[in-house]
Every structure is written in C-alpha cells, then in structure tokens.
C-alpha cells in the first residue's frame, strides 16, 4: 500500500511540473543592473498567448510611464496595461509566431519563449530580428 501511494505521489508531482505553463505574472530583469523593471501577466486568448505590463516597478520611471517612442494607436499610450507580447502559439515546449513590443524604445519584434527545463519558473523570451537576438529571462511570481 505503501508503494502505491509513494508511486501515486511522484506521478502527481511530474504530471504538475510537466503541466507547467507560461501563463501568470511574471517579473522583468534588467539584464545589466539586476533591477526589477515590471510585472507582466501573460495570458491565453482563443489559443494564443499574451502578455500586458501589469506594472512598471523601475525606480527611474516615470509616475505615470507612456510608450512615448510607440507608433499609431500605441503613441503615448500608458505603460501600464499595455499589452506588449502578441499572438504566440504553443509549438511543442515552445511558443512562437507572436510579436514583443519594447515599450523603451517603440519597436516590435518577433518572439518566441519557453520555460527553463531546469526551472518552470524562469521564462526565455528572445526577441529577434532575422539571426540578430536577445534573451532575457524572467521569473514567475507565486
């Protein structure tokens, strides 16, 4: 008996880390100064993926942040609540096929991200023109 609930516990806890995904809230690090620059809550939406600024936590921001270098509809738009991560598809482990907009400076890129196999509660997300790119890693709030 006490086998099978040993057995039965370690499927429960490898089926949790396996069903892992990338939705929830998540914080930025900036990758030079270690400083936490905001929380983004990623999310699932007809069977793409998401992701809006929740806050801007970098003490050198603005009270009230706008993507000031931001074209159309985005110009001067506030930080907060916008939605920078844009119709990512979960491909296997990964999920791609979306855009992530730098609200610094204005410009989106293609995307993808994935969990740290190693540790679901750390994000790569990589953005990427052609083969130039950048990968920073963020971690999950519980």
């Not at 039965?8 to 089926?15: H, M, Q, R």
């Not at 942040?65 to 296997?92: R, S």
């Amino acid at each position: 008996m006490r086998l099978f609930i040993t057995v039965l516990l370690l499927v429960f806890a490898f089926a949790k880390a396996y069903s892992q995904d990338i939705t929830g809230t998540w914080k930025t690090i900036d990758d030079e100064t270690g400083i936490v620059k905001s929380q983004i809550e990623i999310f699932e939406k007809d069977d793409k993926f998401y992701g809006r600024v929740l806050q801007v936590l970098d003490p050198d921001a603005p009270e009230t942040p706008l993507c000031l270098n931001c074209d159309g509809d985005l110009k001067d738009a506030p930080i907060e609540g916008l939605v920078i991560i844009n119709d990512l598809e979960k491909k296997g482990k990964v999920y791609k096929n979306g855009t992530i907009l730098d609200p610094e400076n204005g410009k989106s890129y293609e995307c993808k991200i994935w969990l740290n196999e190693d540790n679901p509660d750390l994000l790569l997300v990589r953005g990427y023109i052609l083969f130039l790119y950048r990968t920073q890693t963020w971690v999950r709030l519980k």
